[in-house]
C-alpha cells in the first residue's frame, strides 16, 4: 500500500471512531483491530 492509501484509510477511520466514541458505542476498539488485520493481509498479499 501507498503512503496515501493509508493516510486516506486513517483518515476515514478517525470519523467512525470519533462517533463511536461520542455516542459510547464501544466498537472503537473493534475498527482500529480490524484496520490493523486489512493493512496486515493487503501487505502479505502485496509480498507473495
Known sequence: ????????????????????????LNIAKDLIIASIRAVTVSKTHLTM
Open 1 to 24: 500500500m501507498s503512503t496515501t492509501a493509508l493516510a486516506l484509510t486513517a483518515l476515514l477511520l478517525i470519523i467512525p471512531i470519533a462517533v463511536s466514541i461520542k455516542e459510547k
